[in-house]
């Protein structure tokens, strides 16, 4: 089956501390993974997609498969990042049809 | 360009009746996505429309959930009968059949008492 989990609910760090919010998925095929984000009083928008191999906003993700992990991370939080973050997968290929995590909040705490 | 529109954004209803969802998605948009948001939960598909049609509804509980997407641009997502686990925020996304990137509205809150 495919599944998403983001083990933590809640992440609280300090301003200028790294952070790591954790993403693992099932899937049997080869999944194409997003980070999406949403600020407060914003809408969901996309952070990261893993085939870009882009860093947005400082942060970067890379796909691991054999440990089947998609974890985001970011050298020194800012208060800015502040939200909630989704990891989503995308099976079959071209179709993005999205299974989201249930989300962790980050809190930068200043 | 003109983000996804959706209205209302919140809507107060006893269970047992029936609500409708609008969604107006970005322009040259083909593929609209509806998903419901429970407390706690990430979002869930509920149906993919491409243009007119639709791709995917096997997560949509058809016997109270109906969606239609007339001339492939808006979409209305009906709730006949409402029960009390249908509160949830109910989410448009669009996305240009040449991009991967899905673009959400700012949802509709829905409780049902």
């Known amino acids: 089956a495919q599944r998403v989990t983001q083990p933590e609910k809640l992440l609280s760090v300090f301003k200028g501390a790294p952070v790591e919010l954790k993403c693992n998925y099932s899937?049997?095929?080869?999944?194409?993974l997003f980070w999406y984000v949403q600020y407060s009083r914003q809408r969901l928008q996309l952070l990261l997609r893993?085939?870009s191999r882009e860093s947005i906003k400082g942060f970067t993700a890379d796909l691991n498969k054999g440990e089947t992990s998609f974890h985001l991370k970011k050298p020194f939080a800012q208060e800015e990042d502040s939200a909630m973050y989704y990891c989503?997968?995308?099976?079959?290929?071209?179709?993005?049809?999205?299974?989201f995590g249930t989300g962790t909040r980050l809190k930068v705490l200043a | 360009e003109a983000g996804v529109a959706q209205s209302p954004r919140y809507k107060i209803i006893e269970k047992r009746q029936s609500v409708a969802f609008w969604c107006n998605p970005i322009?040259?948009?083909?593929?609209l996505y509806w998903y419901q948001q429970i407390l706690g939960q990430g979002p869930k598909l509920l149906i993919q429309?491409?243009?007119?049609?639709?791709?995917?509804d096997s997560q949509l509980p058809k016997d109270r959930f109906s969606a239609e997407r007339l001339k492939g641009v808006d979409s209305t997502l009906k709730i006949q009968p409402a029960k009390l686990e249908d509160s949830a925020v109910y989410l448009c996304?669009?996305?240009?059949?040449?991009?991967?990137?899905?673009?959400f509205g700012p949802g509709t809150r829905l409780t049902v008492t």
């Open positions: 893993h085939i």
């Open positions: 322009s040259g948009h083909a593929t």
């Open positions: 989503a997968l995308s099976g079959a290929p071209g179709t993005y049809k999205y299974i």
């Open positions: 899937y049997s095929g080869s999944p194409e």
């Open positions: 429309f491409q243009n007119n049609g639709v791709v995917d």
């Open positions: 996304a669009s996305r240009r059949s040449s991009s991967y990137e899905q673009y």
